[in-house]
């Protein structure tokens, strides 16, 4: 069992910044990748990034691209989330997500433990 928990989210202008970080139990947190997911109100839990677990492959969805910059720290067993020129639209509860694969899982239901969740709200 992974237990995952969340941190750095809160009010930002919109252009403004924010990391977000989330940091795992497992030992063996080298063996997992990470994803970030986010949810709106109304609205479906939506990809944002993975990383492969050895930090050498990264993916994003076309949305946050060139904006948001997904990173991990296998010594602290900790993921980040460095989300720079934030939008209004970018507000939604950001969860953190752990699959033990070799792979860059980029679907909600392929990943295996979860986060409880950190909002993140931007202002125009």
């Known amino acids: 069992q992974v237990h995952l928990v969340e941190s750095g989210g809160g009010l930002v202008q919109g252009g403004g910044s924010l990391r977000l970080s989330c940091a795992a139990s497992?030992?063996?947190?080298?063996?997992?990748?990470m994803g970030w997911f986010r949810q709106a109100p109304g609205k479906e839990r939506e990809f944002v990034a993975a990383?492969?677990?050895?930090?050498?492959?990264?993916t994003y969805s076309d949305s946050v691209k060139g904006r948001f910059t997904i990173s991990r720290d296998n010594s602290e067993n900790t993921a980040y989330l460095q989300m720079d020129s934030l939008k209004p639209d970018d507000t939604a509860v950001y969860y953190c997500?752990?699959?033990?694969?070799?792979?860059?899982?980029?679907?909600?239901?392929?990943?295996?433990?979860w986060g409880q969740g950190t909002q993140v709200t931007v202002s125009s």
């Open positions: 997500a752990a699959k033990r694969t070799v792979l860059l899982p980029r679907v909600a239901g392929e990943y295996e433990y």
């Open positions: 497992e030992r063996t947190f080298s063996s997992y990748a």
């Open positions: 990383i492969s677990r050895t930090f050498d492959s990264t």
